[in-house]
């Protein structure tokens, strides 16, 4: 069998996303196909991303039929390995699962709060043609966005995974954990170093009560975790909005987040926590099954890229930290962090059953990198 590259991910993300927009009707359109961005405002909303129960931007599941539903979701399918997509599959259907949490009530001002169908897809330019394209999908604790340029897929990133809740019962006494992997490989890292390791990898026994880079495009050295309410397209009337500052309020102050904790946590420019050249290679191992829960989202084609990243001693510069309890059901929070990387981890919130995850790669995010190189080497030519 002939192993994927970046144009053979590329040309079948193009024939979905045709396939995709064949079915679509003007009105459709409008929502979900968007011209390549040629203004400030196009090029900011083609970044925009989100991982809370909000707008973000393109045309959602429910206001497709069931054809178009497929269309999209072969889409998604493209731009994910088998694992992240059934792990994607899944937290989309936990909507069901929380609206049932939270008593099949409305809220967020939507007459269904907690909704499978509210997941937003939208292409920017056009598939079928040569120049750069790209596409996002996006709804609650999922968020994939692809770059083609050159026909090829350059940038994955942002890749938000979540889940509410982190663990469900099923029947004969197991459990559903679609990110348990992620949580539990950095845990059993965490465990395997010493005393001495650990207190370097520990930044502060209080966790971070949620990923500190939040949806920002570019995170940056200083940043702090993004009060709740300032995660949403716009805000809400002023009840909920004081509905949302009391939860997000309540978080920290349960958790104990104090100034000091939250200078302990915020990002900065090297890599905080223990560095994987303080580690042994049974450690380092670990480290690169934890890094796997992240770049492994990517499909065939794609996923080796990231890997090579990260072979041999280009992993060296990848350093792990830790806030927060080191055992299953305390709060904590975890980030691996270095060139070409920042992996967050959260799981605090709903007495630790609501977990977040994302991989991102700084500076290389929705290729903005790359386009700019394209756009220069276009505009000198």
């Not at 026994?205 to 975790?225: F, K, L, M, S």
């Not at 302990?264 to 099954?289: F, H, N, V, W, Y």
């Not at 930290?321 to 605090?348: I, K, S």
Request: charged fraction near 25%; include cysteine; hydrophobic fraction near 35%.
């Amino acid at each position: 069998m002939t192993t994927p590259s970046p144009a053979t991910v590329a040309s079948a993300m193009a024939e979905a996303a045709v396939a995709w927009h064949e079915t679509l009707d003007d009105e459709q359109r409008a929502e979900g196909v968007w011209r390549w961005p040629g203004s400030k405002a196009a090029d900011v909303e083609r970044v925009r991303w989100y991982y809370t129960p909000t707008d973000h931007g393109g045309l959602t599941l429910h206001e497709q039929l069931p054809h178009q539903q497929r269309a999209a979701m072969r889409l998604l399918a493209t731009g994910l390995s088998e694992p992240g997509y059934v792990s994607a599959s899944t937290i989309m259907g936990l909507e069901n699962v929380l609206d049932r949490t939270e008593g099949f009530t409305a809220s967020f001002d939507r007459d269904r709060g907690r909704d499978p169908g509210m997941y937003y897809l939208r292409v920017f330019g056009d598939p079928a043609g040569d120049g750069p394209w790209s596409w996002r999908f996006g709804g609650h604790h999922v968020s994939v966005h692809h770059l083609v340029l050159g026909g090829e897929a350059v940038a994955g990133s942002p890749c938000f995974l979540g889940a509410d809740p982190m663990s469900s019962p099923l029947l004969g006494g197991r459990e559903l954990r679609p990110l348990g992997a992620v949580e539990d490989t950095a845990r059993d890292l965490l465990h395997a170093l010493d005393a001495d390791q650990r207190a370097r990898a520990v930044l502060t026994p209080t966790a971070a009560p949620d990923i500190v880079g939040g949806n920002r495009v570019h995170p940056r050295p200083g940043d702090r975790v993004i009060p709740l309410p300032d995660l949403w397209r716009g805000h809400f009337g002023q009840e909920l909005e004081d509905r949302m500052w009391a939860m997000h309020d309540g978080l920290e102050h349960g958790l104990g987040v104090d100034d000091a904790d939250r200078a302990a946590t915020e990002l900065t420019a090297a890599p905080r926590g223990l560095l994987a050249t303080e580690m042994d290679e049974r450690q380092r191992a670990q480290l690169r099954e934890v890094l796997e829960t992240y770049i492994g989202r990517m499909p065939p084609g794609l996923v080796e890229r990231e890997r090579a990243r990260f072979d041999g001693e280009a992993l060296d510069g990848v350093g792990f930290a830790w806030a927060g309890g080191v055992e299953r059901g305390e709060p904590h929070y975890y980030r691996l962090q270095g060139p070409h990387l920042l992996a967050e981890w959260d799981n605090t919130q709903r007495n630790v059953n609501h977990a977040h995850s994302v991989w991102r790669d700084p500076g290389h995010d929705f290729g903005l990198d790359l386009l700019g190189e394209h756009l220069s080497g276009h505009h000198t030519a």
